[in-house]
């Protein structure tokens, strides 16, 4: 059972770093730890199943629509929100990160209530016999579609002027607004580009999973860790943590069982916190 | 504590009312809390999870209470308190012990009358025994651990059943259907959440399975929540059991029943005791999946014209007939019992007469009310099954709208 085991770790491990992948975005350039994380999330999670329900749209082909919704979304928030409330200041972004949870995830429960709601798609039990365990399609696309993801970002990241002035951003803040890169600008489109992260990522986690207003909270404990692991800000990292995250949860479950097993990811959280605080790439985006 | 529930223009019709009370007070001389008990709303507070994981059994569970408090109120009120009026406070323990021991000392400071909560055991654990300091009776709609009752606290009580009962009911139910078939199944897993519910349950359910011939090859303990059951998945399917039985809370029952469908796990039913998630809605959205599925738990009386009313009440709002909402109700009528036999709402004299409960209650499949330390001895679990879409009643043979499908097809 512990190929399984592994296996089904890897594949939830990339689906794991996509949800920590917005949040070490945000950091890495911004420098603040985005508290509603997990409330963005499940409204991705609620847009895709929204879309499914009313409109029949397949969570996967959602994505085209609901990414881009999302990053409209951030940048907003970012740029008329939260950048302009907070003055500037960090613990005041904070708060405000956290009040904006409070209200999105009461919103939800107002609106939505706090019913769970699952998809059922007509390939959902349809899956690939690998002889010692059965891969879902779901389950298939949701790890390859987030692989994906992962290097699209990567490659805007490193080989687009939007990336490059992202990157300047983030490394030398008032040294970009002097050679003309519209700090403000960028500050909002990373913020987006986050969001935008967690919207795929809803996309990829509804057909697997449920939601309420309370499902982002799940994930959103396990994006800090891989975040912490991986190294503030990096997007390999992100990924890597992803996976060790994902494989620790499975083979942990199937070792010490499955309510034990979750004592693996809050240890390596522990020791990479004492061992090498920078996490395992440490270095900004 | 959130707020209170406003009623039929209740301030000015208390105002008038108790300014009426004061008038007759100074012209006849009998004393002032009594006559100010006969003429004042009686104030139940109802704390649930309203905020949390269990958000959404939690809003079933108020929209039963309050169903019955208007129910009660529109009947006419409490009269033989003048026709008191029954007041909701609304409280939220958001799932955690400690919040809601503080919701009640905030009742209590509100002066609330009696008190009915709380969903998880641990928090009804923890709300009771703060009530007990004020001696506030309190009614556990929905809770199963029988610690709850169990304790020797003279305020607290319970219409429902405990796990206590419901495990030995649910081995019971089991053999029976079980035997009917031929006796085909052998063994069980246990799959069950990690808190005092599904712990408490396992541990009572392993001897009472072992007396009906089935034996639990292995125990499977998860946590709240969990992502993924692959894992529990394959070990099932390792363990090749007849029977599986998960005792756990809405989220994870739906995935795990996804995951041994998406890995392939042959057994010959899926029999839940206390199936957090086998309700109507599940039956709704997985149809496949739980076509056949069996779960022993709280259920109305199919045969009964006021448990269907109810049904069909409770739908035309939008909403599904879990069992939230019945039982909810049911524990409000019980309260509405007590103080209209008290005649006040002292609480030595509510809970003495909620400890002498006979109510009956014609809408669950239910003896009439005899509450021993605190537990009815008169109410009972039953076995449903999704059958065509629906749900079927299957065990006690005395409540069966159906017979059972075992093995499943």
């Given amino acids: 059972m512990l190929p399984a085991a592994m296996i089904n770790g890897l594949m939830y491990g990339a689906i794991y770093a996509l949800v920590a992948l917005g949040l070490t975005l945000i950091y890495g350039v911004l420098h603040i730890i985005n508290f509603a994380h997990g409330a963005m999330l499940m409204l991705s999670l609620y847009a895709a199943f929204f879309l499914f329900h009313l409109f029949g749209i397949d969570p996967y082909l959602a994505i085209v629509i609901v990414t881009p919704a999302a990053f409209v979304f951030g940048y907003v928030i970012y740029r008329w929100g939260v950048g302009k409330l907070s003055g500037g200041r960090d613990q005041n972004i904070l708060l405000i990160t956290l009040g904006l949870s409070i209200i999105i995830e009461n919103g939800a429960l107002f609106f939505f209530t706090g019913d769970q709601q699952t998809v059922s798609l007509s390939y959902s039990y349809d899956a690939v016999d690998l002889g010692f365990v059965f891969l879902s399609y779901p389950k298939i696309i949701s790890f390859f579609a987030s692989l994906l993801i992962c290097l699209l970002l990567w490659a805007l990241m490193t080989k687009t002027d939007l990336g490059r002035a992202i990157r300047a951003v983030a490394k030398q803040r008032e040294g970009a607004r002097l050679v003309g890169i519209d700090v403000e600008n960028i500050f909002a489109i990373t913020f987006g580009i986050g969001i935008a992260c967690l919207g795929a990522a809803g996309c990829m986690l509804l057909p697997i999973f449920y939601v309420d207003p309370y499902t982002g909270n799940i994930f959103v404990v396990i994006a800090f860790t891989i975040v912490v692991l991986g190294g503030m800000g990096s997007i390999v990292g992100a990924l890597l943590g992803g996976f060790i995250i994902g494989i620790t949860e499975s083979v942990g479950g199937l070792l010490l069982g499955e309510s034990l097993g979750q004592i693996g990811i809050s240890l390596i959280f522990i020791l990479i916190l004492i061992l090498k605080p920078t996490g395992l790439f440490g270095s900004k985006v | ?409």
Avoid at chain 2, 257 to 264: E, S
Avoid at chain 2, 314 to 336: H, N, P, Q, R, W
Avoid at chain 2, 389 to 394: E, I
Wanted: glycine share 10%; proline share 4%; charged share 20%.
């Fill in chain 2, 1 to 409: 504590m959130s707020k209170i529930i406003p009623h039929l223009g209740g301030s000015r019709r208390r105002f008038i009312r108790n300014a009426g009370a004061t008038v007759a007070l100074a012209s006849t001389g009998l004393s002032m809390p009594h006559i100010a008990q006969a003429a004042g709303a009686v104030k139940i507070g109802l704390i649930h999870p309203a905020t949390g994981w269990a958000a959404y059994p939690a809003a079933q569970l108020r929209y039963g209470a309050q169903m019955a408090i208007a129910d009660i109120n529109a009947a006419g009120g409490i009269k033989s308190m003048g026709g008191a009026q029954i007041e909701a406070l609304l409280g939220d323990s958001q799932t955690k012990p400690e919040i809601g021991a503080a919701e009640v000392e905030k009742m209590n400071e509100a002066g609330v009358h009696a008190l009915q909560g709380c969903y998880q055991s641990a928090v009804g654990l923890a709300a009771s025994a703060a009530a007990a300091k004020y001696n506030i009776p309190f009614s556990v709609d929905v809770g199963v651990s029988d610690k709850l009752v169990g304790r020797g606290l003279s305020n607290v009580f319970r219409m429902a059943d405990g796990y206590g009962r419901i495990a030995r009911d649910a081995s019971a139910y089991l053999g029976e259907i079980n035997a009917a078939a031929g006796s085909p199944a052998k063994t069980v897993v246990i799959v069950h959440e990690e808190s005092e519910f599904g712990t408490g349950t396992a541990k009572l359910l392993t001897p009472a399975l072992a007396e009906r011939g089935l034996t639990v090859v292995d125990t499977i303990k998860h946590a709240n929540p969990t992502r993924n059951f692959d894992n529990i998945a394959l070990r099932i399917k390792s363990a090749k059991p007849d029977i599986i039985m998960p005792i756990n809370y809405p989220g994870e029952y739906v995935l795990l029943a996804k995951t041994l469908r998406q890995q392939r796990v042959d057994f010959m039913t899926s029999f839940s005791v206390l199936g957090g998630g086998f309700n109507f809605k599940f039956i709704d959205d997985m149809p496949e999946i739980a076509e056949n599925m069996i779960d022993v738990n709280h259920w109305y009386d199919p045969r009964s014209a006021s448990g269907q009313a109810m049904r069909k009440r409770t739908e035309a709002d939008g909403k599904y007939f879990t069992f939230e909402v019945y039982c909810a109700y049911m524990s409000i009528m019980f309260l509405a019992d007590g103080f209209e036999r008290a005649g006040s709402t002292d609480k030595d004299a509510v809970n003495a007469a909620l400890a002498s409960s006979t109510l009956e209650v014609d809408f669950m499949p239910y003896d009439k009310t005899e509450m021993v330390n605190g537990q009815n001895m008169g109410s009972r679990a039953v076995a449903i099954q999704a059958q065509n879409g629906d749900c079927q009643v299957v065990a006690p043979s005395a409540y069966a709208s159906s017979k059972a499908v075992f093995p499943r097809a």
